[in-house]
């Protein structure tokens, strides 16, 4: 009886080891080709970044090209991202080089994927900061987008559109699929709000930023939301109401901002709230008046939404709810190959642009790849006019 159980035990040990040996992850070669035919009268970057995003982990590996080849000789088969960046200069104007293949399943030794990459001119408008988790008990009024103007040129804000981009049904756990010709050539918003202005009332200079809040108060009043992550946002310089109006027992208060103009909207709602599990950002000049008639439709989206050019687009920031999302992103890879990510909503976290380099009279300027993923970082508390970044003259009740 004991030599069966001895025997039945080593068995076991036997087959658990089998097993062991039968789950072993082997890591295989990877390669990447960056094809640049689509890059026309533009610079050819020297090298490019290659990453790889595993999808399950969200862990990142990066390897610069050789000859627009990177090969990469240990990676764990699995489901990635893969993207291509670049920057380069000539005569004083800036590109970005991306590129990105998304769900790529890296399975077998040696294989190969080629990506194409397209160029951009980097944008004078960036998004600077953006809080849109909130802070408190589900209390959804303290958001705040901050724009900066980059570059070395004043910049007129008259006319300048900001939207939250609608691309996925939270009930399907898919893509909306638009019912419009080449919906590739679009991002759809079923909001949007716009700058005021006769073309110069508002100029922005180089280094300086706009505070465009959703409700620009004071929330860390007893009344609101005492423990605000942000508090008060009354210097803001703009913000998404059109007037005061009451919200159940809460009364919105026209404040000395800016009221911003609402051209497009899907239902009528007297105040802009976005996402806190995640908003996709775009900043855009329209090339002719927006309005609410005739609305892209999606199943599933009530209202439909307003289409917009990609090419209109300026900037845009990829906003996601958490890593499970990575392969789900609202707008194309030359508007932003990247995405990002806070805790989880109401955890009264921002994400802000990292710094590239500081001029020789102080001014700022910000990474601007077009990959929220290297541009931005998470920060614990939010912060309008980080690092120092100027109010305009006109802002009279900030300055």
């Not at 069966?4 to 390669?31: E, H, N, Q, W, Y």
């Amino acid at each position: 009886m004991k030599k069966s159980i001895m025997f039945i035990a080593a068995l076991g040990m036997l087959v658990a080891a089998a097993s062991c040996r039968k789950d072993t992850v082997v890591p295989v070669s990877f390669t990447v080709n960056v094809d640049e035919s689509a890059l026309v009268d533009v610079p050819l970057p020297e090298a490019y970044t290659v990453s790889l995003t595993n999808l399950s982990t969200a862990e990142v590996t990066t390897m610069e090209t050789e000859n627009s080849v990177a090969t990469f000789s240990s990676v764990v088969p699995g489901l990635y991202t893969v993207s291509a960046l670049a920057s380069a200069s000539e005569n004083g104007v800036s590109y970005n080089f991306s590129g990105t293949a998304s769900s790529v399943e890296i399975s077998v030794e040696g294989q190969e994927v080629t990506i194409e990459v397209t160029a951009a001119e980097s944008g004078s408008l960036v998004f600077k900061e953006i809080y849109y988790a909130c802070s408190g008990d589900y209390y959804i009024r303290e958001q705040f987008y901050e724009v900066y103007n980059n570059s070395d040129a004043t910049v007129y804000l008259d006319g300048l559109c900001i939207a939250e981009i609608d691309y996925y049904d939270q009930v399907t756990k898919a893509p909306y699929n638009w019912q419009i010709e080449n919906p590739e050539k679009y991002v759809f918003a079923s909001d949007v709000w716009q700058i005021p202005g006769d073309g110069t009332s508002y100029p922005l200079e180089p280094g300086e930023s706009v505070v465009i809040a959703e409700w620009a108060t004071d929330h860390s009043m007893e009344s609101l939301n005492p423990g605000s992550a942000i508090g008060d946002l009354s210097s803001a310089d703009f913000e998404a109401i059109t007037g005061e109006t009451t919200v159940g027992t809460t009364v919105i208060t026209d404040n000395a901002a800016i009221n911003m103009e609402h051209p497009v909207m899907a239902y009528s709602l007297p105040q802009w709230l976005t996402s806190t599990g995640g908003a996709t950002m775009v900043i855009f000049y329209p090339e002719h008046e927006l309005n609410s008639e005739n609305m892209i439709a999606a199943e599933g989206l009530y209202g439909g939404a307003r289409e917009i050019p990609v090419e209109w687009i300026l900037d845009g920031v990829n906003a996601v709810s958490d890593e499970t999302m990575i392969q789900y992103k609202g707008l194309p890879d030359n508007i932003d190959a990247g995405t990002i990510w806070v805790g989880e909503a109401y955890c009264g976290q921002s994400i802000a642009r990292k710094i590239s380099e500081t001029k020789e009279d102080g001014r700022i300027v910000y990474m601007d790849t077009n990959n929220t993923t290297n541009d931005f970082e998470v920060m614990d508390k939010p912060e309008i006019r980080r690092n120092g970044a100027k109010i305009p003259s006109w802002n009279t009740w900030a300055n």
